[in-house]
């Protein structure tokens, strides 16, 4: 055989290959009973459930950023900082969502990981929260009335409820389509394992539209 007739009979070989390995319920993810509603639909929703308080969720933050910003059209991405009943964790939140409110949060997003896994600085109540950001650029006042709004405030209790709607345990965990929650032994097989969740979805979904 030729080496291009080789190199052909290889690339048939990779292109009929799954992508993915298949993928085991309760070994690769669990599926949730009962699904939980989505905010978009017609998407494939992948959620984030994290806080920057855990050292884990630092460490899996430029993973997850990269794996995000190369997702089809398909999928959207969304982030839910939640407390897991720790008020330090639960202020961090709020941080979170205020600055989301404000228009700051991608600017400060990653320094904020930085401050309090690098810097060591405890930012773990209000008052230092507030002078963090202010120190960084962002309006007292804007900041305190996002900080305390009725809006934020709903926000954190919706992601308290979906922590335990969705059996989370421990953070950073991510969620495909509100049925099923992944599993993986490392960050890089978490981000395989959702990459297969994903193409499930998508097909449990075109087969449902053939019906």
Same mark, same amino acid.
């Given at each position: 055989?030729?080496?291009?007739?080789?190199? +052909?009979?290889?690339?048939?070989v990779v292109l009929s290959? *799954?992508?993915?390995?298949?993928?085991?319920?309760?070994?690769?993810y669990r599926t949730l009973d009962p699904p939980q509603p989505t905010d978009t639909p017609g998407k494939i929703e992948v959620l984030e459930?994290?806080?920057?308080?855990?050292?884990?969720?630092? #460490?899996?933050? *430029?993973?997850?950023n990269a794996?995000?910003?190369?997702?089809?059209?398909?999928?959207?991405?969304?982030?839910? *900082?939640?407390?897991l009943g720790r008020t330090a964790w639960t202020n961090l939140a709020k941080m979170y969502y205020a600055l989301?409110?404000?228009?700051?949060?991608?600017?400060?997003?990653?320094?904020?990981?930085?401050?309090?896994?690098? #810097?060591? +600085? *405890?930012?773990?109540?209000?008052?230092?929260?507030?002078?963090?950001v202010v120190k960084?650029?962002?309006?007292? #006042?804007?900041?305190t009335l996002a900080f305390e709004s009725f809006g934020v405030n709903t926000k954190i209790d919706q992601a308290e409820q979906m922590i335990e709607n969705y059996k989370i345990e421990a953070v950073p965990t991510l969620a495909v $389509?509100?049925?099923?929650v992944v599993i993986g032994n490392s960050f890089e097989q978490i981000l395989s394992n959702t990459?297969?969740?994903?193409?499930?979805?998508?097909? #449990?979904?075109? $087969?449902?539209?053939r019906k």
């Open positions: 055989m030729s080496i291009r007739s080789s190199f +052909l009979a290889l690339a048939v290959a *799954p992508l993915h390995a298949d993928i085991l319920e309760n070994t690769d459930l994290f806080s920057y308080g855990c050292p884990h969720c630092y #460490e899996f933050y *430029p993973l997850i794996w995000a910003a190369k997702l089809p059209k398909d999928v959207v991405f969304k982030r839910v *900082p939640t407390g989301q409110a404000i228009g700051a949060l991608s600017r400060l997003d990653a320094q904020i990981f930085h401050a309090i896994h690098q #810097e060591q +600085l *405890p930012l773990f109540d209000e008052q230092a929260i507030t002078d963090w960084h650029g962002v309006d007292r #006042e804007k900041f $389509a509100g049925k099923y990459d297969a969740v994903i193409a499930k979805v998508r097909a #449990e979904r075109a $087969a449902g539209s």
